[in-house]
């Protein structure tokens, strides 16, 4: 089945550098993709869904400028954390939209632990 | 008030027992999701739903477009069924439910 990477699962970085999360859809084509936060105990909070060749839509509170995402290709999706601090330590989860299902079938990514020391 | 209410948010339940989890919504949907969350936190997707009933092994799950309402159900539970369960709704945007988090004895 179709299957969604993301890379790398868990990454420990220190306050002020930059981490970048791939995301990428391995055997089927995602014009969209969306980036997902997940603090413990706590449900999935969509923070952006990233187009293709466009600018991504971030959700209200997401920070554009801290969280960049890119979408250069139909297979392959970055999410940049920016001067990453502590609070930004948290699971973030990719899905991408499979355009050869109705493009309503969704599939998610394993996730990446951010840690921020 | 959220868009997607689930309940119970947690669970225990003896190996063998039938399931059920519920899930409420309010907005207008394209498709109703279930996912499957383990404590390393991958997110494995259970069934993607518009209507009526889809059937995986020991998993059920059902929609009533009109009432606004979904179940997961859960047949002869085991404990690698452990796990916590979403319910999430895809329209104009999406919309994630809190949760259950399921935990089967042996």
């Known amino acids: 089945g179709a299957v969604v990477s993301q890379h790398p699962s868990w990454v420990i970085c220190k306050s002020g550098t930059s981490v970048k999360i791939e995301c990428r859809s391995l055997?089927?084509?995602?014009?969209?993709m969306f980036w997902y936060r997940q603090f413990p105990k706590q449900s999935l909070m969509l923070m952006a869904t990233?187009?293709?060749?466009?600018?991504?839509?971030?959700e209200q509170g997401v920070e554009k400028d801290k969280f960049l995402i890119n979408h250069a290709s139909l297979t392959l999706s970055t999410l940049t954390v920016t001067s990453a601090h502590p609070e930004d330590s948290s699971f973030y989860i990719c899905?991408?939209?499979?355009?050869?299902?109705?493009?309503?079938?969704?599939?998610f990514g394993e996730g990446s632990w951010l840690t921020v020391v | 008030k959220n868009e997607v209410e689930q309940s119970p948010q947690n669970l225990t339940a003896q190996e063998g027992e039938f399931i059920t989890i519920n899930c409420s919504y309010s907005?207008?949907?394209?498709?109703l999701h279930w996912l499957q969350q383990h404590p390393g936190g991958g997110i494995v997707s259970l069934f993607m739903?518009?209507?009526g009933k889809k059937k995986h092994g020991r998993l059920i799950a059902t929609i009533n477009i009109q009432e606004k309402h979904s179940s997961l159900h859960i047949t002869a539970s085991h404990p690698r069924d452990s796990a916590v369960y979403i319910c999430?709704?895809?329209?104009?945007?999406?919309?994630f439910g809190t949760g259950t988090s399921l935990t089967v004895i042996p």
């Open positions: 899905s991408a939209r499979d355009l050869g299902d109705s493009g309503n079938t969704i599939y």
């Open positions: 055997d089927f084509q995602a014009t969209t």
């Open positions: 990233s187009n293709e060749g466009s600018k991504a839509t971030y």
């Open positions: 907005v207008g949907i394209s498709a």
């Open positions: 739903l518009s209507s």
């Open positions: 999430a709704v895809t329209g104009n945007q999406f919309y």
